[in-house]
Structure formats: C-alpha cells, structure tokens
C-alpha cells in the first residue's frame, strides 16, 4: 500500500477518497447475556430478545482507551505492512476520557517514535459515540482538501462502555476501531451526501469526571436516536435527489436504493426498529403508495401518521417490522455480528458494523454497493451518510485484500473467554474504586488477551501509565487463523522492542 499515493499531490482533487484499510479489536473476554439475565433477576429474554443482545465484552482494569488504541493502531499496520512514516494525519473519536488534557491521539505518537514521523496532524474529537465519524470526517476532508501532502490520514474509534448496575448495564461493550483514509478507496466516500442532525438534549451524558459511568435517560436517548435518524434520512435524501436531478434523472430515493444499512448500534433490536423506520419514512413520503400488494400491503391506516408521534407507537412499530423484515435480512442483519457478539462499543460501534458486513459478504456481493452508515452520538450528534464499494472484485483486488483481512472476525469473537457474571460484576468494581488512581498496579491478569495487545503494567504517583503488549505468539486458534493470513517474523521483533521498553 505505501507508495500508491503520490509523492506530491498539488494538482489535483484526489479522487474516490475513504476506507483503505479496516482493523478491529474487541476484549478477550465477554459475559454471556443468557446468564447476566438470571444474575441480574431480569426476565428471560429481556436482553437477549427485548435487547437482542447475545454476549457482552468487556475490559478487566489491565486495558483503557489508551491500550485499546495503541492494539488496534498496531495491528493495523501490522497487517498492512505499512510503516509509520506514511502516516499524515492521526484522529482519535472516543468518549472514554482519562485525561482532561492530554489525549489519546498524543499517547499513539510513541508508536510513531522509531520511524522519526513526528509530521501527524489531528487530535482526539469528542461527543459520545459519534466522536469516531466525526474523526472520519475530518481525514476524509484533509485528504481532499488543499493542506493534504499525500499520506494516508489514521482514524481510530474507541471506547470502554459500562454503566452502573440498573437497566442499561446490558447495553455496554469495550473495543476499538482503525481505518486507513486515503484516495482510490475500496469504501469511497459519497461526495455531498451526508445528512446531519444536531440538537441539544441531556438523553446520555458524563459529567461527573471521577466515574466512567454516563447518566442516561433510557427513553429519552431512544426518542433523540430515532428522531434524528428521522431528520438525517430526509436530509440524505434531499441531497441525492438534487444530486441525481443535476445528471437528468427524477426518482425518489428509497431504501432500495441501499445495497447494505448499517446504524450506529445500542444494542441490535433498537437497530432492526430503525430499518423499520426508514420503511415507515419511505411510506409517509410516497405520494401514491401502493397498499394493496408489494411491501406496503396492509398499510394503509399508516397514510396520515406523523413521524413525531410514532417513536412508540407500538402499532405502528409491529407493522413496519413486519413488512420490512425481508429488507432487514437483506441489508442490514449480518451488519449486527459484532454489536450482538460485543455489543456497544459507543465511536467504534457503527464501524463494527461495517466489519461485520465486510467480514462476512464476498467481495462480489459487495462490489459497486451502495453502504449506508447511520452514526448517532446522543447529546446529540447524527449523520447518515454512503460509501461506495469498489467495482473490482477480483483475487487481489483491494476490496478482495480488505474482506479478506477481515475473514477472521468470527474466529475471532469465538475465541474470546466466557466469563461469569460474577466475575463481571467483580470486574466492574474494581475499575469503579481504581479508575484514577495514581500510584496504581493493575490486578487483572495479562495472560488471557488476545496476542498483541497492549495493557496497562503501572499508573505512577503523577498519573502517568505506562504499557507493555503481550507476545504475539500463541498456540491457539486465534493464532493459527492469523498466521495463515500474515507473516509474523517482523512483529515478534518489534513485540520484542516494544515489551523491553514499556511505554509511558
Ligand atoms: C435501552 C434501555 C432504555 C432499556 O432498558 P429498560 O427500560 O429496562 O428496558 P425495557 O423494559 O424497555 O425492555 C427492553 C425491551 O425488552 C423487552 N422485554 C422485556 N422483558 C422481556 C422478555 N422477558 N422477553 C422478551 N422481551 C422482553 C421489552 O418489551 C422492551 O422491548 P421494546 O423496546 O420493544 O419495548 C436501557 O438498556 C438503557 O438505558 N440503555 C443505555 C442507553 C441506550 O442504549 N440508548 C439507546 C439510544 S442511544
């Protein structure tokens, strides 16, 4: 990949500009969400049908943003074969704030040390989990912008998500998310086709600094999410309809005019209601719906409905799931793989959704598809926006490297260790008493993560956090999986380097 950009690129727009390269990591631990119902006294079902969620990973206190990143960073361009010097621009999205001052984005730079790249522009951007897109978007616009130079732009998504005991501790999840950005993309950005929502409102928020926990208003945050999936969606589609009207053509855009729909994901059932929204915005809108066969058969009653007083409107809900549930099977179920698997990773979330897609299509099902990506940050903050796949799907093609990178991603998730639920809520409250500490040893254990990850070995009496990554050698499937897709000889030198020399 290094050296397909141009040396200078001055003259021109760069051309098809996005998603290069796509790594993910998630925690090598997950509780099962069967056995979190029974040990939290709820019903059975509630979280893994009234939520959809199937097991959640989390973080003992050995891993914080800092690791996360450093992981996914890593592995990144491990995989890639990239060095550092090819690097740009460096943007961290993250809601998972351990410092006031300094941020992630700073801390990743001791990657960067050896090759001498201290040329990096970018910081950390935040607004709960739309931090990570709006991240993306900056490098997206410095590539095609006047202040590129012609390297790659970095963007990581990451977050540690757990909430207090109560409703919405279910709905957490830990993991982190890098793409490479740069011109003649697999995954290229839509020009002009982004539609943004942004309002005031007090649905999740953090402010109180000594704990990792938000207050959340359950369904308040639920109505900010489907509102503002109301408001980009039309907004979206206003702009592709005068996009398409300027080359001639008058049509109305609707939901099949998406190849895949991901979204940004709470938890999956909220994900499927919003499909199903979008079918309930494509119906509202159609002047002259056809109610008597095709998808909107039986609708009819739905014609005067406002989208406002909808958000639970349990009828109008039922309905919409039920004829929009071949669409959801089509475009959007094999986007929730890991949001089930791990649940919500807040920025990295949607982009897991992503993976889960590109893991799990073939690049000729995926090739020339238009993806279109829902991200929601409560507070709140949402864009829809689309990604064109490349039209080259051959064997070596780089949609054919990019899905193959991620062939592994259900191994992955299998090979992680189920937990107790106990063992969990120990989890949870030693990062409660310990988070922030100074003069800080870590208790968990190192020797359950995955190989190559970075973990905290100490926080000193100035706060400051020291890391150190495990081997990446190992005798267990994971391993082998990996093996088979890369080399290895150049990382155990570097593990080697890196594991003698913690860094700070
Ligand atoms: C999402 C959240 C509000 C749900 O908490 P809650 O109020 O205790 O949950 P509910 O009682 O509404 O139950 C959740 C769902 O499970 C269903 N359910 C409950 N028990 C059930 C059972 N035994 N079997 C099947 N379904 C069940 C409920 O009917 C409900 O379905 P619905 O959403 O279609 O109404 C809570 O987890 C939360 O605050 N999460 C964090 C914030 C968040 O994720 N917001 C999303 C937008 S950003």
Request: hydrophobic share 35%; aromatic share 10%; proline share 4%.
């Amino acid at each position: 990949m290094p050296g397909s950009l141009p040396a200078t690129a001055e003259t021109s727009w760069p051309k098809d500009v996005g998603i290069v390269a796509l790594e993910i990591y998630f925690p090598s631990q997950y509780v099962d969400q069967v056995e979190l119902e029974k040990f939290d006294g709820a019903s059975a079902g509630k979280y893994t049908i009234g939520l959809g969620q199937s097991k959640m990973g989390f973080c003992s206190d050995r891993e914080d943003i800092n690791s996360l990143c450093l992981t996914v960073v890593q592995h990144l361009m491990e995989r890639n074969n990239l060095t550092y010097d090819c690097i740009g621009r460096l943007e961290v999205g993250t809601e998972t704030i351990i410092d006031k001052s300094k941020s992630v984005k700073t801390v990743l730079m001791q990657l960067f040390e050896d090759s001498g790249n201290t040329d990096v522009e970018g910081i950390d951007t935040t607004n709960a989990c739309y931090g990570g897109t709006a991240a993306l978007f900056n490098a997206v616009n410095w590539v095609e912008s006047s202040s590129w130079d012609g390297r790659y732009a970095l963007v990581v998504a990451g977050d540690i998500a757990v909430y207090a005991t109560g409703s919405a501790r279910p709905t957490g999840g830990a993991g982190a998310i890098a793409m490479l950005v740069g011109p003649n993309a697999t995954l290229v950005f839509e020009r002009g086709l982004r539609g943004t929502h942004m309002q005031h409102a007090y649905d999740f928020y953090k402010p109180d600094m000594v704990s990792e926990y938000p207050v959340v208003d359950g369904k308040l945050s639920i109505q900010c999410y489907l509102s503002a999936l109301d408001r980009c969606y039309s907004t979206y589609r206003k702009k592709i309809c005068a996009q398409w009207q300027n080359e001639g053509m008058d049509k109305h855009f609707t939901l099949n005019d998406f190849g895949y729909m991901i979204f940004h994901s709470p938890y999956c059932k909220l994900v499927q209601k919003s499909l199903a929204r979008l079918l309930l915005n494509d119906f509202i809108s159609d002047s002259n719906p056809n109610t008597e066969s095709g998808i909107y058969t039986g609708l009819d009653s739905f014609r005067d409905v406002k989208l406002e007083d909808t958000y639970f409107d349990r009828d109008v809900e039922k309905a919409f799931l039920k004829a929009s549930a071949e669409i959801f099977d089509e475009k959007t179920k094999a986007s929730l793989l890991v949001s089930r698997e791990n649940g919500n990773m807040y920025t990295p979330s949607v982009y897991g959704c992503l993976a889960s897609v590109l893991a799990q299509y073939s690049p000729q099902e995926l090739a020339g598809q238009r993806i279109g990506v829902f991200s929601y940050g409560s507070g709140f903050a949402a864009t829809l926006y689309s990604i064109k796949v490349s039209q080259d799907a051959m064997p070596g093609s780089s949609l054919d490297k990019l899905t193959s990178g991620l062939s592994d991603l259900k191994a992955r998730l299998d090979s992680r260790k189920n937990v107790s639920p106990g063992v969990f809520a120990d989890n949870m409250k030693l990062r409660e008493e310990t988070h922030h500490l100074a003069n800080y040893i870590p208790q968990g254990s190192a020797d359950d993560l995955f190989p190559g990850t970075w973990y905290l070995v100490r926080v000193d009496e100035k706060h400051r956090r020291y890391y150190a990554r495990t081997s990446l050698m190992s005798d267990g499937p994971l391993q082998a999986a990996l093996e088979s897709v890369h080399s290895s000889t150049a990382n155990e030198v570097l593990w080697v380097m890196c594991y003698t020399n913690p860094i700070t």
